[in-house]
């Protein structure tokens, strides 16, 4: 069955203590793997697409990287305005490509 | 300025009651999503449609229905069969019909039932 899993659910961090979130997923023929940040109450903000093993996307803090079964989501020095859900999407595998499978997110509190 | 939008923010449905949930975007999209977002859970799609006058199902479409008659628009009608329909209901858009594009998202409305 396809999916996909994000760890951790919840991580708490003081602003300037990096880390990572994980994006693991099992479709097959993977055509694509998306971030988006979505904010308490509004619709998710679209971060980086990545298509392919070894590719890498950088935004401000944040660093997408993508391997055959997961991503990454490094966050550099974080702000507290950094603090949001991050979420991660892949296309079912066969079909249409539109048909996205979300993860559940991971919530993200920066500190002061 | 290009965008999605949503209407109403929040919107309050009584029992047996049919409501309908606005999406309109002026990104010149093709393709077009209709999402449920509930607590601890993943987006889930109910509908999608990749060009005007036609959409499918998603993954729960029960209890839902759309229509596609312009490009700009996309609404959702939450009938009174949906026996669970308080939820967060996000509407996307992506360039291309064929859908490997990135999905952009509104800013949602919320449903209640009172």
């Known amino acids: 069955e396809d999916q996909v899993t994000q760890s951790p659910e919840a991580l708490r961090l003081q602003e300037g203590e990096s880390s990572s979130l994980n994006c693991s997923y099992t479709?097959?023929?993977?055509?694509?793997l998306f971030w988006y940040r979505q904010d308490p109450g509004k619709g998710p903000e679209f971060l980086f697409t990545?298509?392919?093993a070894g590719e890498e996307k950088e935004k401000e803090r944040l660093k997408a990287t993508l391997t055959k079964k997961e991503s990454f989501l490094h966050i550099t020095a974080p702000k507290p305005e950094d603090s949001a859900t991050y979420l991660c999407?892949?296309?079912?595998?066969?079909?249409?490509?539109?048909?996205?499978?979300f993860g559940t997110g991971t919530l993200l509190a920066v500190q002061p | 300025d290009g965008g999605i939008t949503q209407s109403p923010k929040y919107l309050f449905r009584k029992e047996g009651q049919n409501v309908t949930l606005s999406c309109e975007q002026n990104?010149?999209?093709?393709?077009m999503y209709w999402y449920r977002q509930d607590p601890g859970q993943g987006l889930r799609l109910i509908y999608y449609?990749?060009?005007?006058?036609?959409?499918q199902k998603g993954d729960i479409a029960e209890g839902y229905s759309v229509s596609r008659e312009k490009k700009e628009s996309f609404p959702l009608t939450v009938t009174s069969a949906q026996k669970n329909p308080t939820a967060f209901y996000l509407c996307?858009?992506?360039?291309?019909?064929?859908?490997?594009?990135?999905?952009?998202f509104g800013p949602g409305t919320r449903l209640l039932v009172l």
């Open positions: 999407a892949v296309p079912r595998n066969g079909g249409a490509t539109n048909k996205l499978i």
């Open positions: 479709v097959s023929g993977l055509r694509g």
């Open positions: 990104l010149n999209h093709d393709a």
């Open positions: 449609s990749q060009i005007v006058n036609d959409f």
């Open positions: 990545l298509y392919s």
């Open positions: 996307a858009s992506s360039p291309g019909g064929d859908g490997q594009e990135t999905q952009y």
